[in-house]
């Protein structure tokens, strides 16, 4: 059973918020404010929220460190604050606990957009490639716009109704193995503290000078993009050849989907979880492979976002097949629109 607090009233609570902010300013003004545990000016504290006066050089991040344990909660304050709230002497929410686990809300249920990039170059002729200076505004206007990257593995956890996640989360997916993924893509990301997953189709790695290496992809591992399967060769897996019949049919599918992840899986020291369908197609022997082969989240490419309730087996997945921000801004929404009362 859901619980009680999970439908709220609005996005963040604006209406604690405001009232304590307004106790926060009058105890401020007249020099009566306690010093919480962490030596922070500390207005208020309950079973839910504590309330912080910001000192100098303070931020989200660091709020997020020293009072939750975990600088990897910054977004959990930053959802619950008005934007510019991180100043010096302005009173902050802190929740203490996280809340919302299947984002819905009074105006609709939270959806998650999951990109899908292929390759970058300084121009481009094809719509699977993206330019350079497109990629960097799209980048930079998640930034800007209070957006955060999260891992495949913390969307399935969102999934599985286990945890809450940034109310504006995206996941980057970058499919192939291009080596522009790692010339320009990984810089970028990681300039703006975004991370990615990669989807590679295992006979394509070290094939040319335009594929990623092994060491590279070990290298973005590290940086924490995760890595996952687009099958052994993108062969389309619904597609029949005209010399097969079903047996040999469902040997070659299957050898797709589970070789590949046993050379991910050995190259990399994984378990690889995830698969993305080459050309966005499945059928119902594929989704039938799933429990044998130990992926956990399958993933399309029809537009829309996920809610919680998405089937992990066929999420849905937004190519960026064209530049301009209006096409892009459309593809990032995180609302659902829908009466919950």
């Known amino acids: ?97 996280e809340e919302n686990i299947g984002g819905l809300y009074k105006d609709g249920i939270q959806i998650v957009p999951i990109l899908c990039y ?45 945890t809450a996640i940034p109310s504006k989360s995206v996941v980057i997916t970058l499919d192939d193995g291009y080596r522009s993924i790692y010339k320009f893509a990984y810089p970028l990301l990681k300039r703006y503290g975004f991370t990615a997953t990669l989807f590679i189709y295992t006979d394509f790695i070290e094939a040319s000078g335009n594929a990623l290496t092994w060491n590279q992809l070990r290298e973005l591992q590290a940086a924490g993009f995760e890595i996952g399967s687009h ?33 991910i899986d050995r190259e990399l020291n994984q378990d690889t979880q995830f698969f993305a369908y080459p050309y966005g197609n499945y059928n119902q022997q594929i989704l039938g492979l799933f429990s044998d082969t130990g992926y956990k989240l399958g993933l399309t490419i029809r537009n829309g976002g996920n809610s919680f309730f998405a089937n992990p087996m066929t999420l849905k997945r937004s190519q960026i097949l064209e530049e301009n921000m209006e096409y892009f801004v459309d593809r990032i929404q995180i609302i659902q629109p829908i009466s919950l009362r």
């Open 1 to 97: 059973m859901m619980r009680h607090n999970l439908l709220r009233t609005s996005r963040s609570p604006w209406i604690l918020i405001c009232y304590l902010i307004g106790i926060a300013t009058v105890l401020t003004s007249c020099s009566t404010v306690m010093k919480g545990r962490t030596g922070r000016a500390e207005i208020f504290r309950s079973q839910d929220y504590i309330v912080y006066v910001v000192g100098k050089e303070e931020n989200s991040t660091t709020l997020a460190q020293e009072v939750l344990g975990d600088a990897g909660k910054a977004w959990l304050i930053e959802d619950n604050n008005p934007a510019g709230s991180f100043k010096k002497g302005q009173a902050v929410v802190i929740p203490i606990k």
């Open 118 to 162: 292929h390759r970058f170059g300084k121009t481009c002729k094809s719509n699977l490639c993206i330019s350079e200076k497109a990629f960097a505004k799209q980048v930079e206007y998640l930034k800007n716009n209070g957006y955060h990257t999260i891992h495949l593995s913390d969307l399935m956890e969102f999934l599985n109704y286990k």
């Open 231 to 263: 099958s052994l060769s993108h062969a389309d897996l619904v597609k029949k050849l005209p010399h097969e019949n079903d047996q040999t049919y469902w040997n070659r599918i299957t050898k797709e989907l589970m070789q590949s992840k046993e050379i």
